[in-house]
């Protein structure tokens, strides 16, 4: 038979989070480290024998209260009396939080939560209290009393945090927004999950630790742009960092930064600032390749042979081309591929360097599910839209045909656009016929649509991020209601004081990158 849901939670009063959200709960989850108020519940439920069926697995109080309405088993406050077992929302007054309600008494309702004051405690509130907004009402009548349920739980703990993704996924599917606008505050106590972050450093054959101050930075880009770590250090001679020299950084022990020296500065203090970058770097070098029927993916390893790059797994692009690229930058040569890939095949392919070797990937392998981005996992947003910067609703391709010796015009536009924004027109040559037409419908496609822009700062930190990467994100931007995968065009890993926050730049679906 299941356990009564409350008495696990009353057992666990006391219990205290071991520094930065680290607790037993979050470990249980997947996600140690992050606000723990959902993980708390959804671990409480699993110790009774309660299926996520019943009482939603989650570390989101969003994903959490959006469950229960989904299912029509949420009651708003005023409306319901609360009782034992139900889980009860705060998302109102600047509040984002959740417990499980103990008891009920008159007007007072009772509860243990878990994150309150960084531990596990009973707590006491008016039930017209302006924090709370309602509460989720678990079928627990539905679970067979009679039957096996370690079978059950075993399935439950099985499912891990993927439930609360396949629920995303299922808004996803349906392009339809979380029910409600979330306005609450920075996700329970705005703590962000910090971890060990090492700085390792070689000079020549010494191999040494590098004591960084905090504020440490990496910044990816999606395009034409190298990775670039910034850091501050007390000058050393025996931590002796010069340029040319090779930084890596670990984070909870997995390399996730690795490059060289390029500047250093000192100030009258003896503080040394660092900045470093990843190998893309060196595709700021200009050069003229010329090449014949070779896919991108092929382009990028001739490039990066030729000067003395090292290479990881490169994904299969499939699309053949030839081309005379003169004086141009090896990003240029490499992007130049990838876009005629995209133009022909129709797939986005992303181009990174991971902890020292040159990556090519599908953008659709590079989903990060972990990272959810709502009003409750960030601290701020900017949203804007534009037509005044990558936006065209007239494409002309020029192709030099010296047989004819004239030109040839390959023409695309939106009528109805250009009557709205005048003409846009966006001009390029081309060095071959074959895909002229179909090149100027595609890029039409892509630049004829308003430029929408989202920035979002603080949100809670995940080393895997990276630009090209696909994080799940549901927000309320009144002219859109964005609920899909969007691709980060920008990321700021920012560590400071033991805590890791992103800032990102996104792009996808209704957004167009820039």
Same mark, same amino acid.
């Given at each position: 038979m299941a356990k009564d849901i409350v008495d696990v939670a009353v057992g666990e009063i006391g219990y205290r989070e071991q520094g930065s959200n680290r607790t037993k709960y979050g470990a249980w989850y997947g996600m140690n480290g992050a606000p723990w108020c959902h993980m708390f519940v959804s671990w409480c439920a699993n110790q009774a024998g309660v299926p996520a069926s019943v009482v939603p697995k989650t570390a989101s109080t969003s994903t959490g209260m959006a469950w229960f309405k989904n299912k029509g088993m949420f009651k708003y406050k005023g409306k319901y009396t609360p009782k034992r077992g139900d889980i009860i929302y705060f998302k109102s007054a600047g509040a984002s939080h959740v417990g499980i309600v103990e008891r009920c008494?008159?007007?007072?309702?009772?509860?243990?939560?878990?994150?309150?004051?960084?531990?596990?405690?009973?707590?006491?509130?008016?039930?017209?209290?302006?924090?709370?907004?309602?509460?989720?009402?678990p079928k627990y009548e539905s679970l067979n009393s009679t039957s096996d349920t370690s079978s059950g739980t075993k399935k439950s703990s099985k499912k891990s945090s993927e439930t609360e993704l396949k629920y995303l996924k299922k808004i996803l599917e349906k392009k339809k927004?979380?029910?409600?606008?979330?306005?609450?505050?920075?996700?329970?106590?705005?703590?962000?999950?910090? #971890?060990?972050? +090492?700085?390792? *450093?070689?000079? =020549?054959?010494? %191999? &040494?630790?590098?004591?960084?101050?905090?504020?440490?930075?990496?910044?990816?880009?999606?395009?034409?742009?190298?990775?670039?770590?910034?850091?501050?250090?007390m000058y050393e001679k025996k931590f002796k960092l010069?340029? #040319?020299?090779? +930084?890596?950084? *670990?984070?909870? =022990?997995?390399? %996730? &930064?690795?490059?060289?020296?390029?500047t250093r500065q000192m100030s009258k203090d003896g503080m040394m600032s660092y900045t470093v970058y990843d190998q893309l770097r060196y595709l700021k070098n200009k050069d003229t390749m010329i090449y014949k029927k070779k896919t991108a993916d092929q382009v990028v390893k001739m490039v990066a042979d030729k000067f003395l790059l090292s290479c990881g797994k490169l994904a299969?692009?499939?699309?053949?081309?030839s081309k005379i690229e003169d004086d141009a930058t090896l990003f240029d040569i490499i992007q130049n591929a990838l876009d005629e890939t995209l133009m022909v095949k129709g797939k986005v392919y992303v181009l990174y360097d991971k902890a020292g070797k040159i990556r090519l990937s599908d953008v659709s392998s590079m989903k990060v599910n972990a990272s959810l981005v709502d009003e409750e996992t960030g601290e701020d947003f900017t949203y804007k839209t534009t037509v005044d910067s990558e936006v065209y609703n007239q494409v002309k391709l020029i192709y030099k045909n010296k047989e004819k010796r004239s030109y040839d015009l390959y023409m695309a536009k939106h009528s109805k656009n250009i009557n709205k924004w005048g003409v846009l027109q966006y001009t390029e040559k081309i060095e071959t016929p074959d895909i002229g037409k179909l090149k100027a419908n595609a890029l039409l496609k892509l630049y004829n649509r308003k430029r929408r822009m989202l920035t979002v700062s603080g949100v809670i930190g995940n080393k895997n991020v990276r630009a090209g990467s696909l994080v799940p994100v549901i927000l309320d931007l009144q002219d859109i209601k964005v609920a899909n995968y969007m691709m980060v065009e920008k990321v700021t890993h920012t560590f400071n004081n033991r805590r890791h926050s992103m800032d990102l730049v996104l792009s996808g679906g209704d957004f167009v990158s820039g």
């Open positions: 008494s008159g007007n007072t309702v009772h509860t243990v939560e878990g994150n309150t004051s960084d531990k596990v405690a009973r707590r006491s509130y008016p039930l017209g209290a302006a924090r709370i907004t309602g509460y989720g009402v927004p979380a029910e409600e606008s979330m306005k609450g505050s920075v996700s329970e106590t705005g703590k962000l999950p910090g #971890g060990e972050v +090492v700085i390792m *450093a070689g000079n =020549g054959k010494k %191999i &040494f630790e590098i004591p960084a101050e905090d504020g440490l930075k990496i910044v990816w880009e999606r395009k034409g742009t190298p990775g670039k770590l910034t850091f501050n250090a010069t340029e #040319g020299n090779n +930084v890596t950084v *670990a984070v909870d =022990g997995a390399n %996730i &930064f690795s490059g060289f020296v390029f299969d692009t499939g699309y053949k081309m």
